[in-house]
């Protein structure tokens, strides 16, 4: 298979300085909206901010891909005593918990590093996020070349998850035979 | 489709268990804006002027503004409404954290409370399910206690929690209602959620709020963002400096408090220890402050360190933001940043505010001291024991009675005014610093200073931290000092106010009482107390507006930032006309309830030069200035300018607007 350059986007957290604000959930749901900026709305966000106050826990997490089933397993971590809740550091929109899904439809939600066009020079939770705790960087590697799953069959999968593949293919159906 | 509000508010009736998901008027947000402003014109609308605080008519609303929940930063106040125990007029509490913009987010701009549960109960509102849960399990529990106790019982980590501790269920009068890091303190709200038997209102929202011009309102944001960064890297020199940043009061950042410590007073604001903050001090204070300090936290999408997470050697945790640090320390006359830390704690648990609290365990001592409390009000009770002999027991005891209402903890729970006269015995006396039953800043100065002079006396929320801000509090030394401060000031209403800083002295004919003039503090305290009214409708914290030296909000951004997010047309003028509105409506509310001139007095030792002559000058000039007659009541002219001929019709009927007093 070719080789192709690929550029590796990072958001490096530093969560020792998040003083909990949640201004990344909320210009991450104003910048996704439909128009943009036109809803706020923290729980569509694609960052979350895991918190727990008196444990000392603000941890901001990023939305990763989606996964129809739960893990075998759960892992949970203590780290300079603390204790996280279950699955905390984990990306996966997942059966198993609520976050990272569109309140409305449940549909998952991912982040996509704020992907514009023209391009945004850092994603907008990193842009508002005045005490750097997200930081950008940038870097290409060399990789194969391989196809991506593209967003519309991410969401096709969890579409069929949800409602079944024949739900779904007579819904396709029908608005093919409208157009 | 509603831009900015929610367009629906919460009502519920705790006597009966009705709640109701009502849709408000389009029209009230052009007349009043939100948050304080349009609470306010429900409680004039619905309250008699004659119910009294524990009587069931006794509404309380917990209310949003209008920039909650959208990315207008620091927009994460929460405002409590009710009539006070302690003054008996409509108090305004307010809290950041982060209940507001959950509460928009669950699709209400306000929850307004009827009547009074027979039990007691917390609320439940998640989305569109409102529940009244039975909260007999949560008494006696802790006000910080309690929310987390009720996020793992609905497995809800993300519910943000509004609850009362003992001392709000023993209807306290200083008792507070917290919430996280934030707490409503002043004038007795956790005494009505008390009273009405609500433990807590716990709230999580996973609705859109819209924005009428969601890309002007970021390029907004845009420039306060560019703004904030340079404050925060460019604190203003010459000033001390609490007054050089922005935000609330960086107590939890800042350890040198040799300021506060030498400028604000000990005991019941009776000592200025000069030379308290010694070498000594200056290693232990800071030493052990930062020892407790685990984190430092914000409020909902405010980039600033106000508050604190504490975690203290042994002391249960809690978050801790402003003077509360200092406040229990300095009333017990107790030199220990640990017992700050330590009492601080357990007054979280228990929901007192901590500005008033302190003052009135440290009038006791003084009772004590002078003999006026004796032993028969210092023995032991069915349940607690009798009083310790040293400072901290004493003073520890003091706040675990006056919590529980226990003994003489059940007279001093009404606060020091109501106390004295219950007390008697010639304790009057030691009631020195309070004005409209409240407690006041433990502060005694020299000269008195005619900008603080009305601020003290005429603002409805009777506490000096939330009127004061924009002017600097003194005159600078120096012209160069002044000509530096003028230069970069976009924040001033009309530039030629520079001149007046300019020749502002801090000795002599151009100084305090005589200048600014009295002309000129009529504008800038009218000015001052306008910025803190749009915050107050907005829900904008006043540490990034009125109460900060050149914030990043101001009268010259607020009009383009509120238009943007809700669609209104506004320009300054109208903008200020709309706040001036919910000012007057406040006041004429209030003076129904009694208030007039006789009640608008700093205390009598505030200041130790008085003159007479001036201030009574100044408080006439100032009421002409504002549109009220001579007892402090709006004119009929300027309640008719106003739009509020209602009310001047309301005045008039119970006399106190007569005729020819326009």
Request: proline content about 5%.
């Amino acid at each position: 298979m070719a080789k192709i350059k690929k550029k590796i986007k990072t958001i490096k957290v530093d969560a020792d300085k998040c003083n909990g604000c949640r201004g990344c959930e909320i210009v991450c749901s104003a910048f996704h909206s439909t128009p943009r900026y036109s809803t706020i709305n923290p729980a569509r966000s694609r960052i979350q901010i895991i918190r727990h106050p008196l444990k000392d826990v603000w941890l901001p997490i990023f939305a990763g891909e989606y996964t129809p089933a739960e893990c075998m397993g759960r892992e949970k971590y203590v780290i300079d005593g603390k204790e996280y809740d279950e699955c905390t550091f984990c990306r996966a929109t997942c059966p198993s918990r609520d976050i990272f899904k569109e309140p409305d439809s449940g549909l998952p939600l991912k982040c996509d590093m704020c992907e514009d066009e023209p391009p945004l020079e850092q994603p907008k939770c990193v842009e508002w996020c005045l005490n750097d705790v997200l930081v950008y960087e940038e870097r290409e590697e060399e990789v194969e070349e391989s196809v991506e799953m593209e967003k519309v069959e991410t969401g096709l999968v969890s579409m069929i998850d949800k409602y079944g593949l024949d739900k779904v293919a007579e819904a396709i159906a029908r608005i093919s035979q409208k157009d | 489709m509603r831009y900015g509000e929610t367009g629906y508010n919460l009502e519920i009736d705790l006597a009966t268990g009705n709640i109701e998901r009502v849709e408000t008027d389009p029209k009230m947000m052009e007349t009043h804006l939100g948050g304080l402003g349009t609470s306010v014109k429900l409680h004039w609308d619905r309250v008699p002027a004659d119910v009294k605080p524990f009587d069931d008519e006794n509404m309380l609303i917990i209310s949003s503004g209008v920039l909650n929940a959208t990315p207008a930063f620091s927009a994460n106040r929460t405002v409590v409404t009710f009539y006070s125990p302690e003054s008996d007029l409509l108090a305004y509490p307010m809290m950041g954290g982060f209940f507001s913009a959950e509460l928009k987010y669950a699709g209400y701009d306000k929850v307004i409370f009827h009547n009074k549960s027979p039990k007691w109960v917390y609320i439940w509102i998640n989305n569109d399910k409102v529940e009244i849960r039975d909260a007999s399990h949560l008494v006696g529990r802790g006000a910080l206690e309690t929310q987390d106790l009720i996020r793992m019982e609905l497995n809800q980590p993300n519910a943000q929690v509004a609850a009362i501790g003992v001392a709000g269920e023993n209807r306290c009068f200083t008792a507070s209602i917290e919430q996280g890091r934030s707490s409503a303190s002043r004038l007795g709200g956790g005494a009505i959620f008390g009273d009405k038997k609500i433990k807590a209102v716990a709230v999580r929202g996973t609705q859109d709020i819209n924005l009428y011009n969601g890309e002007a309102f970021m390029k907004e944001m845009k420039d306060m963002m560019a703004y904030i960064n340079f404050r925060n890297t460019n604190p203003i020199p010459d000033v001390m400096t609490i007054l050089s940043g922005i935000g609330s009061p960086q107590e939890m950042v800042h350890t040198d408090e040799k300021w506060h410590t030498e400028n604000f007073m000990w005991g019941n604001a009776r000592t200025r220890r000069r030379g308290f903050w010694d070498e000594k001090i200056n290693e232990e204070w800071p030493r052990t402050q930062l020892e407790g300090i685990k984190r430092l936290i914000s409020c909902f999408n405010c980039p600033q360190h106000c508050g604190a997470l504490v975690a203290y050697k042994d002391t249960p945790r809690y978050m801790a933001k402003c003077f509360g640090k200092l406040t229990y320390a300095m009333a017990a006359y107790v030199d220990s940043m640990d017992f700050a830390w330590r009492t601080l704690q357990k007054a979280t648990e228990y929901g007192v505010d901590s500005f008033s609290t302190p003052q009135i365990l440290a009038f006791a001592v003084e009772l004590i001291e002078a003999g006026i409390l004796t032993e028969k009000d210092l023995k032991a009770g069915p349940t607690w024991p009798a009083c310790p002999t040293d400072k901290e027991g004493r003073f520890l005891w003091l706040l675990d009675r006056v919590a529980h209402r226990e003994g003489i903890g059940e007279i001093l729970a009404d606060g020091v005014y109501l106390a004295a006269r219950q007390i008697g015995n010639g304790a009057e006396a030691f009631d020195h610093n309070t004005i409209k039953r409240h407690e006041q800043l433990p502060l005694k100065l020299g000269t008195m200073d005619p900008l603080y002079y009305l601020m003290y006396a005429t603002n409805e929320k009777i506490s000096i931290t939330q009127i004061e801000g924009n002017w600097p509090q003194g005159a600078f030394p120096t012209m160069e000092q002044r000509e530096a401060f003028v230069k970069d000031w976009p924040q001033l209403p009309d530039d030629s106010w520079k001149q007046w800083l300019l020749e502002w002295e801090p000795r002599g004919e151009k100084a305090i009482p005589y200048f600014p003039t009295i002309d000129m503090c009529c504008h800038i305290v009218d000015w001052m107390e306008m910025l803190h009214n749009i915050d107050d409708a907005c829900c904008v914290c006043a540490g990034m507006s009125s109460f900060c030296l050149k914030p990043p909000y101001h009268i010259h951004n607020y009009p383009r930032i509120i238009s943007a997010a809700t669609g209104l047309d506004l320009d300054e003028a109208s903008l200020k006309k709309i706040v001036n509105r919910s000012r007057n409506l406040h006041r004429a509310l209030n003076n129904r309830r009694g208030m007039s001139r006789k009640d608008e007095k700093p205390p009598q030792d505030h200041w130790k030069r008085r003159f007479p002559e001036i201030e009574e000058n100044l408080m006439s000039a100032y009421y002409t200035f504002k549109g009220w007659n001579q007892d402090g009541v709006p004119t009929k002219e300027r309640l008719n300018e106003l739009d509020l001929g209602y009310v001047a019709e309301d005045l008039e009927k119970r006399g106190l607007l007569k005729d020819g007093q326009d």
